[in-house]
């Protein structure tokens, strides 16, 4: 059964650089068959996409924040990552990964998510 | 300000049947599936319908999608205590080339 796990630190400093980390288990982050995203939400508000990429590299990041954003994913240790610099308050928020079947089929597997506080 | 449109709130009582509403436009619904997440409280998002209509494996059957032009809806009938949770709608837009969501709906079943 595929897993996902965020992990990273959960306080940065402001203008900071977030990184955080997905691992994947029971399963191939180098499958054909999907991309791997970023997802995440902020205290009490909704779902916001980070970005996506495929194991061959190839990212899609969201608009707003693509100028902060760098998504790697590394074949050998089944895993992808995100950062995000220049971190502000308005950065706080539970990150997610999970995994993309297709646009059609949309994200099946979830990570627990992990929380992210912006503070000095 | 999210690029769906759902309705913020929805409630209804037990065993009723409640819908769900997502706006969207050419770019997003229009040309692509509406996928929907539950998300329970103090949990992460979980797929609930995929590619419009297609549920995945364990998910009742009480809950049903269907998509019209630029919008999607989802349907709970037979409304359980435990379906009370946030409901998010999803598509890939075209134009962004990336994934949009909607704000969410907050469920409660009364």
């Known amino acids: 059964q595929l897993q996902l796990q965020e992990s990273g630190p959960g306080l940065v400093k402001p203008s900071e650089t977030l990184s955080l980390t997905c691992t994947v288990s029971?399963?191939?982050?180098?499958?054909?068959?999907?991309?791997w995203g970023w997802i995440r939400q902020p205290p009490g508000e909704g779902l916001e996409w980070i970005g996506s990429i495929y194991y061959t590299g190839n990212t899609f990041y969201n608009p707003s924040l693509k100028s902060r954003i760098t998504i790697s994913v590394d074949t050998s240790k089944n895993q992808f990552s995100l950062r995000l610099s220049s971190v502000t308050a308005a950065d706080t928020a539970v990150y997610y990964c999970?995994?993309?079947?297709?646009?059609?089929?949309?994200?099946?597997?979830w990570g627990q998510g992990t929380t992210v506080i912006v503070s000095s | 300000q999210s690029v769906l449109t759902q309705p913020p709130s929805a409630s209804g009582t037990p065993g009723q049947r409640v819908t769900i509403s997502c706006s969207g436009s050419?770019?997003?619904?229009?040309?692509?599936?509406g996928n929907w997440y539950q998300q329970l409280p103090g949990t992460g998002p979980k797929l609930l319908i995929y590619?419009?209509?297609q549920r995945p494996s364990g998910v009742p059957d009480r809950f049903s999608g269907s998509k019209s032009g630029t919008s999607a809806s989802l349907a709970i009938s037979g409304l359980q205590s435990e379906d009370e949770a946030d409901y998010y709608c999803?598509?890939?837009?075209?134009?962004?080339?990336?994934?949009?969501f909607g704000g969410g709906t907050k469920l409660t079943v009364l």
């Open positions: 999803a598509a890939w837009d075209d134009s962004l080339n990336g994934w949009v």
């Open positions: 029971g399963g191939s982050v180098s499958s054909s068959s999907y991309y």
């Open positions: 590619s419009n209509n």
């Open positions: 999970a995994r993309e079947v297709s646009s059609e089929g949309g994200m099946d597997v």
């Open positions: 050419r770019s997003n619904i229009g040309s692509n599936a």
